[in-house]
């Protein structure tokens, strides 16, 4: 069968069947000689086996470069000297194995480096070079970058269909955690009677202590505001219990945060529909999107979602630590003026700063804020250029396909991926077991698989020896991430042959 008829059953909400002789490196590499995005492999720098196991940065060749540059308002022409260094490993001792590309199955947790970061990062080092504090308000014509003080609008736009937003709903700043602090300063409003943040059994670490220490601002015992929704017997949350949890919650809750998809499990959450029935109960709606942002199709404008963050060094790629996004939805970033542009501006309560404020006046320096319509109004700071340019540059890939072919050619890969473990299953019965849903339309990128007690290290230098990079999470959790922007079959196939390795030794 065709991967277009695999991917058209799956979509359509069908299972699959693969024959026999899918269980071979042959036929992984007939899904990857079918695969219309394959050539996007090509835009990323992959670790290699040899790379992996680098103890110091590569030797370097530096050659020199001279590169003109024109200003957009046609100044004076700048030349810069740019220094472009190509990273070898030592041929010497590395065998050609050793420098193929290595499974990498981390990209829920760090994705690759997309070959584009390279020459935005450059672009705004010779911008920096030539203009200095120019580059704020001027261009250069040669550069992918606009000036500095419209990068985060660029990003913005780049990142607008990803999210499924419009582009003044979405800002780039700061990084998630600092996001959802904005957020919930907002959003989170208790009263004596709403006060309640309802939330799932095992938020991501950095998520509750934020949550919590909102509760403790407003002078709220989390042990009385907090609600967390249990999982079921498999460590998932089915949507009938958030809906019930809404319910029971209904008068006395004021926000409702979710993940889009929960980290541990790879569940992804029914985003529109527990988002209409939340609000149909007054509860204000916040998503948590750092595992679904650029991992499967969103359409956050059109379910009406209130807020929403996520960062940006998993599946889009900017680089660790990069910069985070946030969306507003249309309703709560309206700016309105009673009596004229003159009077005092009436806009949804947060937290501000001087680049919220518009920047048609921002340099006044009049101190009257007066916020930019939409998202952006919830700026405070000058972003960092470098985390902008990164990630601008990582966005620039996506433009070269889209949400639903990325998801199509994602629910095969993890289809697959299945298939593969339960060969294994059926040779090792009770080797493992896949804690994320069966249904497709139910995951994203990743699956959790629970290991036998003892068995997570072992596998760990199996995953070692061989070059294969996946996240683990003790005691005994491995999330197999294939991500379609830069994967392939073949490498769902090494993986899987590394794993039953371990597990047979």
Known sequence: METSNFTTALLQGHSITFPESANTREYAASLDAQDPLAALRADFIIPTKASLAAKSIPVATSTLQ??????????????????????????????????????????????????????????????????????????????????????AAQASSQSAAIVGAQPDEVIIMNTLTINLHLMLASFYTPTAQRHKIICEWKPFPSDYYAVESQLRLHGRDPAASLVLVQPDANALIPTAKILAAIDEHADDAALLLLPGIQYYSGQLFDIPRITAYAQARGIMVGWDLAHAAGNVPLKLHDWNVDFAVWCTYKYLNAGPGSIGGCFVHEKHGAVTYSDGVDSVPMFRPRLTGWYGHDKDTRFL?????????????????????????????????????????????????????????????????????VLTPRNVAERGAQLSVLLRDGLLEKAGDFFKNAGVVCDQRKPGVIRVAPVPIYNNFTDVWKFMEVLEKAISS
């Not at 990062?121 to 970058?145: E, I």
């Not at 998202?375 to 949400?403: I, R, Y």
């Open 66 to 151: 001279t590169t003109t540059l024109r200003n957009d308002s046609a100044q004076d022409l700048t030349t810069t000297t740019t220094t472009t260094t190509t990273t070898t490993n030592n041929a010497d001792a590395t065998t050609a194995e050793d420098n193929e590309p290595a499974v990498y199955f981390c990209g829920n947790s760090l994705g690759c480096q997309p070959k584009a970061v390279r020459t935005y990062l450059a672009a705004h080092l010779d911008t920096w070079a030539s203009v200095g504090v120019q580059g704020h308000h001027h261009g250069l014509t040669a550069s992918p970058l606009p000036a500095w003080q419209d990068l």
């Open 365 to 433: 320096m009049d101190n009257k804020f007066r916020p930019t319509p939409g998202a952006a109004g919830f700026q405070c700071s000058n972003p960092s250029v470098v985390d902008l340019a990164s990630l601008s540059g990582a966005l620039s890939v996506f433009n070269k396909t889209d949400m639903a072919s990325l998801r199509a050619k994602s629910l095969l890969l993890t289809s697959y991926a299945e298939f593969l473990l339960d060969g294994i299953l059926e040779r090792y019965e009770g080797a493992f077991t």
